[in-house]
T-cell receptor, first 113, second 112 residues
């Protein structure tokens, strides 16, 4: 069974730009959660989508948004990029929901210059 | 107090020894607990999970829960240099929010 895939793997953007990251969950998984990982803050929860509905949202500004499609693929968008948005963005898929066992993708490394 | 706390380490153990990693959580009603391993430059990998009804053993790994003291432990028997990584504890806190809260991780170094 194929694992979680994320594209692109690496991104370099400049301040003020916007970016869209993509995540394809494990086949059959309907839950996709997004996390930001930085050395200083660790893994921080962004939001979770389940069957195309956002079920949970972490404490991030409105510049961070997401959506999920009918095939469970999810996208995350960050608008008006700031230097502090440089991080590893991870998505995780789960069969039953973000409160249960999750399987992470390889991540997208975003660098904002 | 952080909701999920881990000692950042590094925890250094000799090859073949037992490594003991601990994680404390703030919410007494929490029901499920997860351990992830993250190698440098890689994404977290689920090692095992336990629920509030008991401990669990899987190969060289044992996860134990102490509900009274609100901590969960991961024991790695016969530690190998390949076990050197950061171990992340995640808890489904009993907050009504259906999401995992991660600790900051403990870096384990297994010395050959």
């Amino acid at each position: 069974k194929a694992g979680v895939t994320q594209t692109p793997r690496y991104l370099i953007k400049t301040r003020g730009q916007q970016v869209t990251l993509s995540c394809s969950p494990i086949s059959g998984h309907r839950s996709v959660s997004w996390y930001q990982q930085t050395p200083g803050q660790g893994l921080q929860f962004l939001f979770e989508y389940f069957s195309e509905t956002q079920r949970n949202k972490g404490n991030f500004p409105g510049r961070f948004s997401g959506r999920q499609f009918s095939n469970s693929r999810s996208e995350m968008n960050v608008s008006t990029l700031e230097l502090g948005d440089s991080a590893l963005y991870l998505c995780a898929s789960s069969l039953t929901g973000g409160e249960n066992e999750q399987f992470f993708g390889p991540g997208t490394r975003l660098t904002v210059l | 107090q952080k909701e999920v706390e881990q000692n950042s380490g590094p925890l250094s153990v000799p090859e073949g020894a037992i490594a003991s990693l601990n994680c404390t959580y703030s919410d007494r009603g929490s029901q499920s607990f997860f351990w992830y391993r993250q190698y440098s430059g890689k994404s977290p990998e689920l090692i095992m999970f336990i629920y509030s009804n008991g401990d669990k053993e899987d190969g060289r790994f044992t996860a134990q829960l102490n509900k009274a003291s609100q901590y969960v432990s991961l024991l790695i028997r016969d530690s190998q240099p390949s076990d050197s990584a950061t171990y992340l504890c995640a808890v489904n806190l009993y907050t009504g929010r259906r999401a995992l809260t991660f600790g900051s991780g403990t870096r384990l170094q297994v010395q050959p």
